[in-house]
């Protein structure tokens, strides 16, 4: 039986396990972490992301998890439309949202008995001989197999080892999440209901609204942004500091801020990859180690295609490998892997730098600039990125 070590059991390991065990191969899924864990927000799950997520197991039940993500448009923060929510076109799956803990719930519904999960295990050896299997370690066990799939999040052990010339920056952002649950959450008009996203001067604020069941209890999501390094304070001077930030902006945002708790908060530092790796697979012993997710291409999170990038990753990989028999065949499907995905997310990642000057636009003549350019460059720029980034296909 072929044999695969996936590093990582966040939303990329998790999806590349439960793929290649469907598939017969024996997988050891190794996380750092006690125990395999959703952070407590959401995400939008744009047509590729969902697409990919159909390819790799047609019976996830996806849908019955995500909900259809209205267009809310764009707002200035007095409320006025920058572009004015639209109708999307009907083909193929609308962008959905989904919660993390439903997320995380499906992909390990999809493992099967050919994964052994080891948790508190975290890898910071590598060996990547050309004549040699390829094989990760912890410092007291290596662990060989004919794939290793590094799914360790933008900070991986086995990208630093095999292509340190991709450093980890900051963005220049920071950003917050918080899902307030349906309970707590505040009444809103049809209007406000629907969410949406509003640009400031260096400040960006997007809202939508989960379904009805999300994580067993609906709610909110909401997602701030803001130019500057990370606060250091306790989440609740944070919570405080936007809610002074955000204090003029239209509803709903300060609804949403003050029905927000400490312990809702999720803050963090936006980083990425400068450059991307030089290699995305790297052929030896009878196969070799393939980068995804994060590992392979962190962005920061203005497009919301981090985890869909990550999927089609997956459904990239699985294919490639489905039939490669370990030895040369499984060798060539890590450089065509390697081939077939650096383009695609080096594309994305172009976009998600140009929309990260529109939300970083600050001053008066930038941001009048900004704003004027907004309404035309919607089709251009923010349709564009999303349009030709969602049109991803998997492979037949
Ligand atoms: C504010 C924000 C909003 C976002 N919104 C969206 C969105 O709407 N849509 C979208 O598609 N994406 C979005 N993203 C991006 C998305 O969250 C990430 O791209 C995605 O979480 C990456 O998943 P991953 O599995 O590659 O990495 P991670 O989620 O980081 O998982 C890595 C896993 O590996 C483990 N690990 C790390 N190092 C080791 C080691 N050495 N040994 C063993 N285990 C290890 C970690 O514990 C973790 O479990 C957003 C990101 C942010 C910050």
Redesign the pocket.
């Known amino acids: 039986m072929r044999t695969a070590v996936v590093?990582?059991?966040?939303?990329?390991?998790l999806a590349a396990a439960g793929a290649l065990a469907r598939d017969d191969w024996q997988v050891t899924l190794?996380?750092?972490?006690e125990r395999?864990a959703a952070p407590p927000?959401a995400?939008?799950?744009?047509p590729n992301?969902r697409r990919a997520l159909d390819a790799l197991d047609p019976d996830g039940g996806w849908s019955s998890i995500a909900a259809p993500l209205p267009d809310g448009g764009v707002r200035r923060p007095d409320g006025q439309f920058l572009v004015a929510p639209h109708t999307r076109p009907g083909a193929g799956p609308a962008p959905a949202v989904v919660h993390l803990e439903d997320l995380y719930d499906a992909l390990v519904a999809g493992l099967n008995d050919h994964v052994e999960i080891r948790t508190g295990?975290?890898?910071?050896k590598v060996r990547a001989h050309r004549g040699s299997r390829p094989a990760v370690g912890?410092g007291r066990v290596f662990y060989e197999a004919d794939l290793i799939v590094a799914?360790?999040?933008?900070?991986?052990?086995v990208r630093h080892a095999l292509a340190p010339e991709a450093v980890v920056v900051g963005s220049g952002f920071a950003?917050w999440?918080a899902v307030v649950p349906r309970y707590r959450a505040p009444d809103l008009p049809p209007d406000q209901a629907a969410g949406g996203e509003t640009l400031g001067a260096g400040y960006r604020f997007v809202s939508m609204p989960l379904g009805e069941r999300a994580a067993g209890k609906g709610g909110i999501y909401w997602?701030a942004?803001a130019a500057g390094a990370p606060r250091p304070e306790p989440a609740a001077t944070q919570l405080a500091l936007l809610r002074r930030w955000f204090a003029a902006w239209h509803p709903p945002v300060g609804e949403l801020l003050a029905a927000t708790r400490p312990e809702d908060l999720v803050p963090?530092e936006?980083r990425e990859l400068r450059p991307l790796p030089r290699a995305y697979g790297f052929r030896c012993g009878s196969g070799g180690v393939v980068l995804?997710?994060?590992?392979a291409h962190?962005m920061p999170?203005h497009l919301?295609?981090?985890?869909?990038?990550?999927f089609e990753d997956v459904a990239t990989l699985r294919s490639l490998v489905a039939t490669a028999s370990p030895g040369a065949e499984l060798g060539q499907a890590v450089e065509d892997y390697d081939r077939a995905r650096r383009p695609r997310t080096a594309s994305v990642v172009r976009q998600t730098r140009r929309m990260s000057a529109v939300v970083q636009a600050r001053g008066r003549l930038a941001l009048r600039a900004r704003n004027a350019a907004l309404g035309s460059l919607r089709p251009r720029i923010l349709g564009h990125a999303h349009g030709h980034t969602a049109d991803w296909q998997p492979p037949e």
Do not use: F, N, P
Not at 7 to 13: D, L, R
């Open positions: 590093v990582g059991a966040g939303m990329a390991g190794l996380e750092r972490g395999v927000t995400l939008v799950l744009w992301g295990v975290e890898i910071t912890d799914a360790d999040g933008i900070d991986s052990a950003a999440q997602v942004t963090q936006v995804l997710g994060d590992a962190a999170h919301g295609q981090g985890a869909c990038l990550a």
